[in-house]
């Protein structure tokens, strides 16, 4: 397996044309809050420089892999409930709206809370079927045990820049045994490949390493085609959320929202925008609407307007409950697209969540 982490400007511009070359497949590992919005010319513009969506869309169009890396990079483990959800659930609602909408992996940044339930618990609960790690102890995908997969960093901190140390490593795999190699930063010029830039790779290193790869004959896989990977999972869509929890019977409570809305700096706007599905066979109670988290907060905030039906209330088996919103700007606030999230809570355990782009021009 190839992997990419954080999602760098340089993966696109250096290291897809290689993948391209070699018809090898990878995995792109997505930070979403850094990603960046319009077009940029497919270059590298500044050291460090992030992706755009439409470059991520063209990766996950193209057939690869796009996991979720959190919304800033975080450490795990030091997150509050509030942290957690805007860090896993807040960013996986990022990706669908942009119509990355089949989202298997959650990679822990750091490597942190690979050990910690309370963090797992909350990855697999939000929709992702596996964590990802890259370090000691844990250095492989969780919650996947049908073969033994094992990352491994390819760059100047972990001292494996030769193409022998390389080559060492591919031998490990196996037909039980998943061997995956973790790049970052690809630099065209080797004085950059240091102490102070200590997760990179030469292009040309990372030329020869995929050549070694293809010669020598390996087969590169998507962590998506392992054998029990997916385990019946049925991805997302980008108008409806999936839930958490539930009655394990295969049917949940599901939110659709509208497409987008769009308004001005300065502007009040009043519309429907949630509408709940209860797909169970029995009725359900909608308990409450958490607080909505606002990716413009304090520039942009939303809350139940004051004329819809009040939580709590029941929802009968196949039927729907629309729930209206109000949406507010200030009159400083900047043009782009911000997104709301939030997630109902209903008394069958569920907790299905939603993400509406708010467009500001």
Avoid at 273 to 295: H, K
Wanted: aromatic share 12%.
């Amino acid at each position: 397996m190839i992997r990419f982490d954080d999602g760098y400007q340089d993966q696109y511009v250096r290291a897809l044309p290689v993948l391209q070359k070699d018809n090898l497949t990878a995995a792109f590992m997505t930070i979403t809050a850094a990603v960046q919005n319009g077009t940029i010319p497919k270059k590298v513009l500044y050291d460090w420089e992030y992706m755009s969506w439409q470059e991520v869309q063209t990766l996950y169009k193209a057939g690869y892999e796009i996991a979720d890396h959190s919304a800033t990079e975080a450490e795990m483990n030091q997150q509050t409930q509030a942290g957690l959800y805007y860090q896993v659930v807040q960013s996986r609602q990022a990706m669908i709206s942009h119509g990355i909408t089949y989202i298997p992996d959650f990679c822990l940044p750091y490597g942190d809370g690979g050990n910690n339930n309370t963090v797992t618990s909350y990855i697999y609960n939000a929709g992702f079927l596996h964590a990802w790690n890259a370090y000691p102890p844990l250095q492989g995908i969780l919650n996947y045990n049908t073969l033994t997969t094992t990352w491994y960093p390819i760059d100047y901190a972990d001292n494996d820049l030769s193409l022998a140390q390389f080559q060492s490593l591919a031998a490990l795999a196996s037909s039980t045994n998943v061997v995956g190699f973790v790049f970052h930063k690809i630099e065209i010029n080797s004085a950059w490949v240091n102490s102070t830039n200590p997760y990179s790779v030469t292009l040309t290193q990372f030329k020869q390493d995929m050549s070694y790869l293809k010669s020598a004959g390996y087969t590169v896989v998507l962590p998506t085609s392992l054998p029990g990977y997916d385990g019946g999972a049925v991805s997302s869509s980008s108008s409806s959320s999936s839930s958490s929890g539930g009655s394990g019977d295969g049917e949940e409570v599901s939110i659709s929202t509208s497409s987008e809305i769009w308004m001005s700096a300065g502007e009040t706007v009043q519309t429907t925008t949630l509408t709940v599905t209860n797909t169970e066979s029995y009725p359900v109670i909608l308990q409450s609407l958490t607080d909505f988290l606002s990716s413009g907060y304090p520039d942009v905030v939303a809350w139940m307007s004051s004329n819809s039906v009040q939580l709590p209330a029941t929802v009968g088996s196949g039927a729907v409950y629309r729930i209206s919103i109000t949406v507010q700007t200030s009159s400083w606030t900047p043009a782009g697209t911000y997104y709301l999230t939030g997630q109902i809570n209903v008394n069958n355990g569920e907790s299905p969540t939603f993400s509406i782009p708010v467009n500001v021009s």
